[in-house]
């Protein structure tokens, strides 16, 4: 089948986005004990989803409605949205990633943004460097239901460009962008950054090709033809 779209990952991948996660971790932190966890179920060393489902199991055991603990994580959601889009404003591109969009352009290939992000915050970050005209469309963690991994947030995106999952690439430095590939039985590429290995790095390795964020600007073009090279 062939290649019709590259999905790309934004943060780490087209993008070095400056958050501060560890103050979105204490402000996610300081919203659960806000509402009744206790310090020492919580540590900045786990990240905000993390915390964030333990806290969930805590406060049903506590007898916590359903619409009272929505409440909470909206409230999470909202302080770090705000948190994000402070560094979507300081976004950066990584080196020489237009040349890597001008090719597939070229190709023909139609291109989306999967991210983990806000929409808001990722169209904010493509305005900031000047690249929003390269994708057709950007699906953040606010506009479906289930966000990466799980299959619905590509789905989605292909859906939304008239596509099929055999018929993308999905690029990410993330094992939540491979594991999402895998799920709907899509090619993959992964960017290997300082932080790729951190958590569920098999995951991470099962992508169909690896290479360092450093190698982008000379590699990426070349990995993406190799694979269009192999489809059938």
Known sequence: ??????????????????????????????????????????????????????????????????????????????????????????????????????????????????????????????KQIDLLNYFEVIVGRDDVENPKPHKEHLLTICREIGVSPEEIIVIGDTYRDIQGAKNVGAKSIAIRTKSSSFANEEIFNSADIIISQEEISNNLILAIKNLLDTQI
């Open 1 to 126: 089948m062939n290649i019709k779209a590259v999905i790309w990952d934004l943060d780490g991948t087209l993008i070095h986005f400056k958050i501060d996660f560890l103050r979105a971790r204490r402000e996610a932190i300081k919203i659960l004990r806000n509402h009744g966890i206790p310090r020492d179920e919580l540590t900045v060393r786990n990240s905000i989803l993390e915390n964030i489902k333990h806290a969930v199991e805590l406060f049903k055991d506590k007898g916590k409605l359903s619409n009272e603990i929505e409440s909470i994580l909206s409230e999470i959601n909202k302080r770090v949205s705000e948190i994000e889009y402070e560094a979507a404003l300081e976004a950066t591109r990584i080196d020489k990633i237009e040349d890597v969009l001008q090719f597939l352009e070229k190709k023909e290939l139609k291109q989306a943004i999967y991210t983990f992000n806000m929409h808001r915050n990722a169209e904010t970050s493509l």
